[in-house]
Each structure stands twice: as C-alpha cells, then as structure tokens.
C-alpha cells in the first residue's frame, strides 16, 4: 500500500471515530433533555434510555392505542389484546439502549413486535375455539341503532375471521389503521405488491363472504 493510501485510509478511520463520537455525544446530550410531549419519539427514546421515566408514559400515550386496536381486531379478544400490547411496550423499554435513531420508524417496529405477537396467539389457539368478547356498545346511540350497529361489526368481524393471517393483517393496517402499502409492506415483511395482492385476495373473499351486504364491503 502506497504512502498516501495509507494516509488516506487512516483519515477515513480517524473521520468515522470523529463521527461515531459526535453522535454518541448527542444522544448523550439528547438524553440529558427533559421529555415533553413535542419531542420526537427517537428523542424521548434516548431520553428513556438515559433514565428519564417520563419519556417512556408520552410514548406510551402516543402509541398505545394503535396497537391495542390492531391486536383487539387480529385477536378478537380484549384480554388478550392488553397482554399483547403491554408485551409490545415491555420489549420497547427493554430495547430502548439499543435503539437506533433514523434506521426505522419506531411506530413501524412496534407494530411489527405487536404483529408477530399476534401471530403466536393465533397459532396456539388454532385447534381450539375462544369465547369471543364483545366490544361495547356507543352509549350515545339509541338501543336499537346500537343493537344494528353491533349486528353490522360482528358480520364484519367473523368474514375477517376466516381470512388467512397476513391478509387480516393487510387489512386491518390498510383499511382501519389507513397505513400507505409502503408502511403496510414494511410491517409484514413483503413486497408493495405482495401487500397489493393480499389486499385484493382479502377483499375478493370478504365480498363472497359478505354478498347482500353492500354497506360492510371494503372499498379499493
């Protein structure tokens, strides 16, 4: 190796030191930053990371209810979508140290832990059948409008039922979360047009399912 490669490649080296040590000199300075609710969730994550308990209750706040609603429509089951989501959150805290900002969407990762979450609660209870539990009814709307309502959901929710796993779940994000198929895609670890195509597979059986039911048909 000639003189001024050796000269290049230890200023490349001493570059990457210099910016690995600038980085970590800001997540340090990040962390030491109290946590408010405007904070970024890499923010309030290093800030978790740095002890600050605070960070981990907004992020909670922020996110929760978006993986409780996609754990309660894949598992049908209120008590197992707590347990799900608080799993979700548990694995968040227990990685925070390890996180790396900018390299994925935090709401993305937890979506998928939540995800694959789901999937081992539906394979454990594949050969056995659950009671399922109902969600409650809006006390705003009169007895009978609820009553219809709840009728509507539940023929919604039995057709989702018989869906093959990935394509409730591109489903549900697509439909009721109205994630993009990029977002959708990256959750579920598949092609755009592998998304495309349980989207449409799903939706074909929802509509065999659900013929006569105009209102409940899911739109493309």
């Known amino acids: 190796m000639t003189a001024g490669a050796m000269t290049s490649l230890a200023g490349s080296r001493d570059a990457d030191r210099t910016g690995w040590r600038q980085e970590r000199a800001h997540m340090a300075e990040t962390a030491m930053r109290p946590a408010t609710a405007e904070s970024d969730d890499d ?80 394979r454990k209870r594949k050969s056995s059948s659950l009671e399922e539990v109902a969600e409650p009814m809006d006390d705003r709307a009169s007895a009978q409008q609820g009553m219809e309502a709840e009728e509507r959901l539940t023929l919604l929710k039995d057709a989702m039922e018989t869906l093959p796993e990935r394509q409730r779940a591109a489903i549900q994000m ?23 195509s349980l989207l449409s597979r799903g939706r074909r059986a929802l509509r065999d399912k659900l013929a006569g039911q105009r209102a409940l048909l899911l739109e493309e």
């Not at 907004?58 to 608080?86: K, P, S």
């Not at 937890?110 to 999937?119: I, M, P, R, T």
């Not at 198929?181 to 495309?196: K, P």
């Open 43 to 122: 923010t309030l994550i290093a800030q978790f990371a740095g002890g600050d308990q605070s960070a981990a209750r907004i992020l909670t706040e922020r996110h929760i209810g978006r993986v409780l609603a996609l754990a309660t429509r894949m598992l049908r089951d209120t008590a197992e979508a707590e347990d799900v989501a608080q799993e979700t959150m548990l694995r968040a805290w227990r990685n925070a140290a390890k996180w790396e900002p900018g390299k994925a969407k935090f709401s993305t990762w937890l979506h998928k832990v939540a995800l694959n979450l789901c999937y081992d609660r539906l």
């Open 174 to 196: 697509r439909h009721f979360e109205e994630r993009g198929n990029d977002e959708t895609a990256e959750i579920l670890g598949v092609t755009v047009e592998a998304v495309e």
